[in-house]
Structure formats: C-alpha cells, structure tokens
C-alpha cells in the first residue's frame, strides 16, 4: 500500500488553475522528488496535502484514509510534517521551544496539569525536552548548546531552515514534506543538507516528499522524480528518466544544463 | 557533525489515527445551527408583530416614518462610513477615531450655530449660515484627521496590524476626552433653523418628509457621488487607488505616499464634518459622547458593503440606517419585548458579527475574507 | 516646509502647543492639590512640556555615526531657545484670550478661568504678565537643555531625584498617614499649610536621593563584585526579598487606613481583570475589546447566586433566579458559568482576523451590557437600576466588607491568578499559546489545534476575569449598568498595555498606576480616560512592548507584521504562479 496518493487532485485560485488533476504516489520508505518550474503548482500541493487549502476536486489519501477535510493540526497529528518554502519560524521563541512545540501533538498535558504540575505533565514535560533535543541534535552542534536558549530570529539563515526542519521532525512524522529545502543555502551547506536528507531516511526510517530546484541535489537524493507543469504531473521515475525527457526539458526550457 | 539521534521513527499507530468525532467540520455545523436560528427568529418575530390584534399594531404611516428616519439615518451613517471605508482600503487599518473626528466637527460647528443663532443670522438667512456651519465642521473635522494621522498612526506605518488599532482606540479616547476638557460633559441643543424645524415638512413625490431629513438625505447623496467623482477622476483620486493597490509599487511609481495618506485622511474628515452638522440638525443635540455609537454604526456599515469600497459604504449605511430605525420594532414587538428601541444596539452588533461570520467581504465585496 | 524650521525652534512649538493644549483641557488650572509649597500639580505639569523639549534637543546626537554630544552651555542656550519659543507661544494664547476677553473663551473652552490666567501670568496682568511667562519658560527650557546635556552620572540621578521628589509631594495622603502610623514626625517634610511638601523637605529628599542614586551608580559593580556569590546565599536573599514582600503585603492596608485600602481593592480586581486579558491578549495575542462581558457575568452571576435583590417602585423583589449560595461556593460556579460564555464568545469568532475580532468582541461586550440593563431582562437582572443588596463573602466572623479586610480577599485571589498565569505561561499550552499568537497559520501546521487554543484561551481569560466581577459584586454589593461599560475593557487592555503584553509584573504595574494614581489623586478622576488614552497612543508608539516587557515578547512586535507579510506573499506567489520566486526573498522573523 502506498503511503500517501494523491489522487486528481485539482485547485484553482480565480480563474487560475495551480493543479488540474494531479496524480502521484509515495511508497513508505522512498524520497520523491517534484520539480517543475517556477509556478507549476507544487507548493500548492504541499498545501493541499497538508490541509492548508482544500482541493477543488480529487482525493488525498494517506495509509488508506482520506484526508481532505481534515485541519492542518489533525494531519500533523497523523504523522506529515512540513517545512514551507519561505521559512516560518515562532521568532520570539526560543530553538528549543520552537522545537517543543513541534511535540505539542503527541503530548497531552492540559490547563489542570500545568497549573499543578503534577507528577504526570513533569514527567512529559521532560519527555517533551528530550525529544526536542534530539530533534534539534539531528543537525550536530549547528543548534546545540547555547544556541538553544537563543530567540529563533537571532539564528542565520542556514540554522533557520535547519530549525525549521528539527521542528518538523519534533512532531515524530512518519512522511515529511520539504519545500525547497536548499533555497538559499550555499554549495558546503546544500551538500550537507544533502546528507541530511538521506539520513532522515535511514537513520530516522521516514518517507520524504521533497520540492527541490537545485538538480544536484535532486539527482543526489531521489529514489523517484515527479515532474509538474501547470498543476499536471509531465513525467515520473528515475532521476536520468525524468531529466531526458522531452516535455520537462521543453518545461525547462534551456535550464536543463544547470542540471 | 554528532550522530546518535534516536528519534523514534513514525509515531505509534495508536496515536496516528482520528477519532470518527474529530472528523466533525465543527465550523460549517457552528454556521449552519447559527444561520437557521437566526433566519427562524427573525421569521418569528415579523410573523408575531404583524399578526398582532389591530390595536396594538403599529400603522402603515408609522411604519413609513420608520423608514424616512431610518434612510435619513442611513445617509449619515453612509458619510461616517466613507472615512472608515477610504482608509481601510489605504492603510487595511480600522480607524477607530473616526467617530470622534465625526463629534469634533459637530462640536465645532455648534458654536457658530449657536453664535448665529443668538444673533438672529440663522433665521434671517438660513442657507448662508447653514453654508458656513457645514465649513467649519468640514475643516475641523478635515484638520483633526490630518493631525490624528500625522501624529498617531505615520510612525506605526510598518508595525503589525493590531498595534495602529490599539493606538486607534487609545486616540479615540483621548479625543473624546479632550472635547470633555474643552468643552464640558454637559449635552447642549444644537440649533436648527426654523425652516428645517422639526414640523416642517416637504412632499417630494408624494411622500411627505420632514425638511431637515430631506436635507440629509441629498447632502449625503452630493458627497457620495462627490467622492466618487474625485477618485475616479482626478489625479490625487488615481494616487490614492494606486496606493490602495499596492503601497511599495505606488511609491516606486513616484506616488508620494505619505501625502497620498494625508488626503486620505483629509477626505474622510471631510466627510464627517458634512455627517457632523446633519447628525446636529437631525438629533438637536451634542455632546463629547456622541462620537462612539454613530461611529460603530458606521464602521458595522462599511462591513456590510464591504470595506474599502465606496458604493458599498453608501449602500451599507443606508440598509443599516433601515435596519435600526425597522428592525426592532419588526423584531422585538411581537416577543413583546418592552422598549424594543432600547436593543438597537444589539442589532447593529449582530449584523456586524453576521456579517463577518457569514460574508465577510461585505455585501459588494468577494465574498470571501481578503485574508483570515 | 516645516522641515526647514530649525530642529530647536520645532521643539518649542511642539512644546508650546502641548503646553496651550494643556491649559485647555483644564489639568492645569484644576489640578491644585500643591507638590512642593503652593506649586501645584497643574504648574508642575505646565513646566513639563518646556524642561522635557529642551532636555530632547539638548541630548546627544548621532550625526554621520559620531555621538554629538554638546557641552552644557550648549545644551542651556539651545534649550533657553526652546522655552522661548514655548513661552512666546503661550504669550500669544494669553494675548487672544486678553483680547477676547476671558468670558467669550469661556463660552467655548470652559477651562479658560481668571484664575488660570493669572497662574500663567504669575498674577500680572498685560504685558508684564506675558513677558513673566516668557521669562519663566525660557528658564524652564534651559534647566531641560542643562540635564540633558551634562554627563550620564549627573544626569540620571537628577531625573531619578526629581521624580522621587514630584512623586513624595503627590503621594502626602498615603505617606502622611503612614508615617503617622508608624509614630514618626513628619511636619518637616510635609507642609501642614499647603499640604504639599516643605521647600525644605523638597531640598532634602532631593539630595538624599541624588546622593544616594549617585553613589549607588558609582560603585554598584563593585559591591557586587566583592560579596561572594553561591546557590546557597542567592536562595536565602531570595527567601528575605519574598518575606519581606509577603509583610509588606500583609501591612500595607493597616498602614495607608481604610479609604487607600479600598482603592487597593480595585486595583486587585483590575490586576486580575489584566491578569485574564493578559491571557487572551499577551499569550494568544487575540485582541479581545469586549472583556468587560465577562466582569458582568462575574459579577452578575455572583450577584444572582449569593442571593441580590432586584429594585423595584414598590420595593426589593428577588430576582427571577436566585439562590442563597455563600460567595465561596458560588465562586466555582461563576467560573464555569464565564468560561462557558467565553466558548459561546469565542466559537463563532474563531476564523477572524485580529482587527475584526477586536471589534466584534467589542460587540459581544456592549451587547451584553444592553442586554443585562435592558427592560426585557428586567425580571432577571434588574434593567437599569440593576441587582442591589448583595451579601459580603462571609467566612466565620469575617465577612471581607470591611475594605481592609476586602483587600485580603483581593489579594488571595490575586496570588491565585498570578499563580495559574505564571505556570501556563511556562507549559505546553502557553507554548502553543505563543506559537499561535506568533504565526497561526504555522502554528496549526505544526499541529497545534489553533481553534482548540483560541478557544481554551477566551475560556481561561474569561474564568479569571470573572473573579473580578464576582468581588466587584461583593466590593460595591450592588450593580447596575454604569459599571460595565466598554471603558472597563479598555481600562483592562491600557493595565495590560502600559505593563507590557505578556508580562505578569507589567499587569500589577499597569494596575497599580493606571487604577491606584487616579483613585488616590482624586481630583484627577475626571482626566483618567484622557490618560488611558494618552497612556495607549504614547505606549504603542514609543514603547509597544511596555514599561516591563516580557523577554520573549519584546522583539515580537516589530517582527510578527515581516513574518505575516511573507507568509502572505508565499501564498500569493504560489496562487498568482509568480513568474520568479525569490530563493532569498525573506530574512524571515
């Protein structure tokens, strides 16, 4: 069974259709890639998957239920997580509370236990501690340390995206979505983001849909790549498939020796 | 780079499944229970005060005073409701002070009145001093919007949404209590000219008005297509379109948009000062209190047509002028709820609340909430 | 144009406006009580405008990145230009109002009385006057450019000096009863005359503080630099500094009599009003304007179940609903009841922006004002004349009406909320509290359930406002309409303001300024709204994370509108397809 289908899936804004009836599957364990030039729909996508926007029409199946129509903290709580493209940190919150409150959907405490601090929302609050450190601890000493205690804007833009993930991995996912993870970062940073990517795999066990641009990468962590132009899936497999195929380098149009 | 992360992979099934209850679209259950309540009290309560015995009933030729003095009311609501309107479409800012501008230019213009009328010159020739009441009202109403912008709201030009609101609030109070300082608490008579006396009337195809509403209505009716006039066709009224669209772009096109701001503000004053002087002559009285309700009205106005659009603030003052001087007596008297005047308030409330519940972009707007 | 006014020409008009200003809506010529000798709070006030223009001018500037610091003689002539120009200003208001004649100004500025023109003109009258008020506010600036000019180790103990002297002259009726209690001599301190401070006393506190304030400052860094610090003796400062709160606490109403401690009461029961908006405001930063419904419930509720009655022409009826309950088991009750108003509040508001919200909850809150006055509930709540003979909250003998006994009360239950504020504050649900009043939208995609919190936080914010309603019921023991107008919300979201959003202690500051000076100062009653909104205007312009903020807080708000902005331009880039996407176009938050 797959992971996650994304069935028909259509959304338009005005009169403008950002995806007319897109179609792909995740398998567990794999990394999707989806590319397409600028304005091919694929963050909407995200944000269709993610609860964000509801769709026009299809269906998004994930483990075999529907999804559509849930809200965004429901599907979070099933087990997606994602980054967004610009990051979106809590600012004024600190790395580590940005990270805690990642945890916020698999911890139960409530008003009457924080006002008693009983035994119980100790014992989670520690739970809750742990699993932000570690989640922050996946990307080594970058946001470790003092660092921790320090409001989230004070971070450099590489730490921010890398943050941003940590936070998305505190909510223990099993599929985590990433929108254009390298945006930004600079060739030493997008290589070891690169190794982070795989590792979410096989070290932490997820299933990763990515939105990537920077084609090295692509090419570096892909099992599978789906490619999109005007909200419609043009082409799907291997990374050397997808890239000699006729309508994504017409999509491209000459960008393709960038990859 | 430090390995050894044991982040649990996935969570455990138990945790990753949805209950059949949180699958509930509580939202569209909380709007539909809402809509059909209020659809059912409303029908109710029009069946009930019109199938009241005879006696009890209200006349046809009261019903149809309802509606003169609602559709007067309108008309100044529509005036106050153009200033919020202009610059929400400007600044996507609730100006909360509007009304106190409203009740500055009322205030101001009293004096004059006053002054006129203890010499004589408002009888002997009304129209003259009306001319020069109106003036002074505008203007001060104008100056005091102008300083209430440059002063309070330019420096929070960038700051998040809720910070130019909260200042808006803390002005409106202070101007409110500045014209207590000034002026004195007490509620003094603004005077009308006799012509516009409270019995006078005039027929205007066959329906017999009070002057003074007459007079409302077609100066509200003037500035209306006045304002209109100027921002489709002027220069300045293209500058502040342009700003309206897109503050950066504007600027970048060479649009000062601080002065672009300014005139904003500076209309929307204006305006008020021309509601000033009606709501004067219409009620007869002033005080530093006056501001707030009519200025709420007049916010919940430009909602219901759809805020940042000028028909839609002409269009929603007058259902709302409608909707208080009919609604409670259409609603409330069949309940026989006593005093059903006294819960005017309560309608205008709802209707903003309804209003953005159900279709926030107003009655002229999308439809949809710009952004929620 | 006007830019091309000399900097410290501008200053002085600024100056001189605010000064007319001043003079107009009547805090200088009513405010008499005196300060120091016959020097009123309303001269005091006059004299502001000009010292504190010329001290801004007079400041050190960065000019092309170098601090321009002018020299004192500088700062003295650039601020005597200031207060002339001040003063010429306020020359011109005395010479039209001579000219019109007081009478006509008074027509239309009641404020404009003889004795407020022979203040501005030290009683002389023509031009003699004018010239004195010119001289006067020249030498008021020039003091403004001297302290402004010198050198941070004289100056800040001067400001600190001089407040702590204008505050001791306004603070004679809780000081002098005070000190009397404790049986010790104050009449050469305080006037017994003019009731303000002693010329003398005035000299001596200033210099008692500069001293002190001086030296502190000098040598601060190395007393605490000598005393040896371990966990053990910082837990025992700490245990001292809280017992000495706690006595002082326990003290305080014996101390300052019976009236101050009344004004205590209120003050309690508007911390814990801020205390509840602080919640709804501060944490989930969702602008509530209509809180004073919840004040009404509680004290409604409280009113209706400890037994009320109704006014009527031919007597006291019981309400339609009533139960004899004692106000301590009621308490529970009415907490249920405002939390359940606070869902039935919050539900349908769940999806609006913050700026509509406000004003929708704004009228939730005159709503049910209307409602709870109006004829049609009369049966219930009285309508206008509203539910009187409420019984005082009895434990043994005591019953908590006596107000040195209601402030005990209060201040239990202001420990209570400050408790639960403070440890949400620190919780999972504070943090999805902050995380939503940062980025809701994130917030929800990081599975927070922002409708869930939206509405924990109008229910939570609404149970400790009512605890304010419930003991306004007990503190007045009757209510009608008058006292739950929207000013109460506006008062509770100023206390919260002032203090800074998200901070506890900035609440019981918030409060204690803003509810306790103008109940202590009673003449200054009439310009309490004039403050709040001043206080409002001025808080978020020059200072929107308040006088303490909260840490975490206090960047936010300069923040949250860039990281808004983007989120809203990511939306659109993706609905729009924009034709290029910026990879760098965001140095979010």
Known sequence: MNLLDVRGVSKHFGGLYALSGLDFAVEEGEIVSIIGPNGAGKSTVFNVITGLYAPDDGDVVFRGESIVGLTPNQITRLGIARTFQTVHLFPNMTVLENAMVGQHCRSRTTVFGSVFRTRAMRREERSIREHAENALGFFGQRLAGYRQDQPAFSLSYANRRRLEMARALAT????????EPTAGMNPRETL??????????????????????DMRVVKGVSDRVVACDYGQKIAEGSYEEVANDEQVIEAYLGTKAAG | MAEGTDLQAGPSPATARLGRLQRLPLRRLIQIVLAILIIGFVALGTYKTLTLPPDERYDPSTWKAFVISGVAQGGIYALIALGYTLVYGVLRMINFAHGEVFMMGCF????????????????????????????????????????????AYRPLRNSPRLVPLITAIGASLFLQNTAFGFFGPQTQAYPVPDVLGGDQTWTILGITMQRIQVVVIVTAILAVIGLTLFISRTRTGRSIRAVAEDREIASLMGIDVDRTIMITFALGGLLAGIAGVQFGLTFGQVSPYIGFTP?????????LGGIGS??????????????????????????????????QDVITFSVLVLVLIFRPGGILGSGEAEKV | MIRRIPRVVRAGLVAGIVSVYLCLVGVVGSLVTNVVGKVTVGRVLLSIPAILAGFLVARPRVVSGDVHRPSVRAGVSAGAIVGLTTGALLAIFIGVVNLLGIETVRNVFIAVKPELMSLLTFGHAGVVGSVLRIGAEVALGAVGGAIGATQDRIRVPTVIAATVVISLGLLRRIVHPALAQLGLRDDWLFSVVTLGLTWFGAAAVFVVTFVTTFAWRANSAAIVARTHRTPATERGVRVVVLAVIGAGLIALPFLIGSIFSQILGTVGIYILL??????????????DLGYVAFFAVGAYTTAILTGGSRVTTTGYAPPSFVLHLSFFVAIPIVVAVAALVGLVIGAPVLRLRGDYLAIVTLGFGEIARVLFSSDWLKGAFGGTQGITAIPAAPIGNLDFRDTQHFYFLVLGFCLVAVYISWRLADSRVGRAWNAMREDEQVAEAVGVSTVRYKLLAFAMGGAIGSLGGALFAVQVGAL??????LLVSITALAVVILGGMGSIPGVIVGALVLIGIPGVFSEFEQYRLLLYGAVLMAIMILRPQGLIPNVRRSQELEEEDVAQDKWAGAVTADEQAAPVASPLGEGAG
């Open chain 1, 192 to 213: 070891e983001l690169r190794d982070h990517i795989v590792r979410m795999r096989d070290d932490l066990g997820l299933t990763i849909l990515v939105i990537e641009h």
């Open chain 2, 310 to 343: 000028i028909g839609g603030a002409a269009l929603g003052g007058l259902i709302l002028g409608l909707l208080q001087a009919v609604g409670p007596p259409l609603l409330f008297t069949g309940f026989n709820i006593p005093a059903p005047f006294q819960l």
């Open chain 3, 480 to 485: 009608n309409n008058a006292s739950f107008m």
């Open chain 1, 172 to 179: 223990e996912p099993s599929l985590i979505l990433l929108d």
């Open chain 2, 295 to 303: 200025g709420i009205a007049a916010f919940t106005a430009s909602v």
């Open chain 2, 108 to 151: 101001a213009s009293f004096f004059f009145a006053d002054a006129y009328a203890s010499s004589g010159l408002l009888n002997r020739h009304p129209f003259y001093a009306l001319a020069i009441i109106f003036a002074i009202a505008m203007l001060t109403s104008c100056l005091i919007a102008m300083l209430l912008e440059r002063v």
């Open chain 3, 274 to 287: 801020g205390l509840g908006l602080n919640i709804v405001v501060g944490y989930a930063g969702l602008l």
